[in-house]
């Protein structure tokens, strides 16, 4: 069975850091695009960051650009988002995703969220005092 398994959220102080993992199982993290989404109650995902599974290229929302990295590890078959200069407006749940690389999942200027096939159970991030 496919799937995801992420952790490292939690609650932080604005300006702090949080670095999200999501470990895949059940299949290659290389062969795909992968990607972070977050999404506030009631309202759809928001693109994140994203890597493209041919050409490597990284794709970040003007909201995080600076502040959020995105990285995966091949030997771990995980993908990371490191999260820095948090602010409370980063509060919400985090989703980690993988699709199809021959797709339009992921290219400088965007992220196709219909693209994404394998997708986390989410995880909370907190900015608060």
């Known amino acids: 069975q496919s799937k995801f398994e992420e952790s490292g959220g939690g609650l932080v102080q604005p300006g702090g850091s949080l670095r999200l993992s999501c470990e895949a199982s059940g299949f290659t993290l290389d062969y795909y695009t992968v990607g972070w989404f977050r999404r506030a109650p009631g309202k759809e995902h928001e693109p994140v960051s994203c890597i493209n599974g041919l050409d490597g290229s990284e794709y970040y929302a003007d909201s995080v650009k600076g502040r959020f990295t995105i990285s995966r590890d091949s030997a771990k078959n995980t993908l990371f988002l490191q999260m820095n200069s948090l602010k409370s407006e980063d509060t919400t749940v985090y989703f980690c995703?993988?699709?199809?690389?021959?797709?339009?999942?992921?290219?400088?200027?965007?992220?196709?969220?219909?693209?994404?096939?394998?997708w986390g159970q989410g995880i909370q991030v907190a900015v608060s005092e």
């Open positions: 995703a993988a699709g199809n690389p021959y797709s339009v999942a992921c290219t400088t200027q965007r992220m196709g969220v219909m693209f994404y096939d394998y």
